[in-house]
Structures are given as C-alpha cells and as structure tokens.
C-alpha cells in the first residue's frame, strides 16, 4: 500500500479513536445510580483564593454503593467542599461530620433513569457523527492523491471498514452503559 494512503488511514483511525475516548469520558459523567469518586470530578473548591479541583484538595472514595465520602487534607476546608459541591449543581446533598464530608446517592427513579439513557444516547449519536466526518476527510483526502482508481477504492473500502468498526464500538459501549443505568 502507497504510504500516503496508510499515513491518511492511520491519522483517521487516530481520529476515529478519540471520537471513541471523548464518548467514555461524556459517559463517565452520567451516573448510573452507584457512587462512583468521578460524579465529583466537576467539583471546584476555594482554596487560598484559588479554584481548586476537589481531587487537588481531598482523597474521594466510595463508602458503599450509594455513599461517597471525601476526606480533605485539611480539616479547615469541610466548609469549602461543601460549598464545592453544592455549587456544582449536581443534585447532591453532601453532609459533614467533622472529619469528611459524605453524600448520600439517591436512588434513581425510573422516569430519570430513560433521562440518563436518552443523554448516553445523544452522547453516542455525537460520537458517531463524528466518527462519520473523520470518514468523509479521510475520502476526501484520499481523492486528492494521484493513485490508481483500484488503489483508491480499496483504501475507501479500508476507511469505510474502519468507520464501521468504531461504529459498532460505538453501539456496545452505549449498550453497555444502558444497561448499567437501567439495572436497579
């Protein structure tokens, strides 16, 4: 294969592949109903006069399935974490004890549940157009070149085989998630 045609493949499937990460990183945002330490990692924190991340300024940990406990390095920014979480707007009730402060996960109902679902959807949806475009310059790309019609028409039949692949990656993932969302 002409190098030109495997350099242009490998830069869309690269492409391709951070479609693939960004999605799992969205992904990650939406809770399945279990604490997990990445629902707090939006969370900012005043810290001498700084806004911090709360991973900089306290170890965050699961206690069970729905509890989170977040353990400050400092005593003096229970308050702040606090304040943190509570301006993150993510629908948490964090309380403290004097020595950490612990959030209850509440349960999800089933009308919020297909809500997280029909987000996870249009997470994929976005991945997929994506995914979609990288194919459409790679072509694009490819019809630039001074290569023989054969030799363009496999390497459009390699691409399209790389899309469809990340596609369904795409696909599995999604029902992955699904499924951990709608799992009570």
Known sequence: MNEEIEF???AAKEQMQSAIDHFIYEL???R???ASPN???????EYY??????????NVNTLDAHTLTVQPFEKSL????EKGIMAAN???NPMNNGESVIINIPILTEERRKELVKQAKSEGENAK???????????????????????????EADVQDLTDNFIKQVDDIFAKKEKEIMTV
């Open 90 to 92: 993510l629908g948490l």
């Open 32 to 34: 399945a109903g279990k």
């Open 8 to 10: 242009i493949i490998d």
């Open 28 to 30: 990650t945002h939406i």
């Open 129 to 155: 157009i994506s995914i979609r475009n990288d194919r459409k310059d790679a072509n694009n790309e490819l019809k630039k070149l001074d290569v023989s019609e054969d030799a363009l028409k496999n390497a």
């Open 49 to 58: 006069g700084a806004s911090t991340p709360l991973t900089q300024v306290a």
């Open 39 to 45: 629902m707090l990692r939006s969370v900012k924190v």
């Open 78 to 81: 229970i308050q702040e974490i």
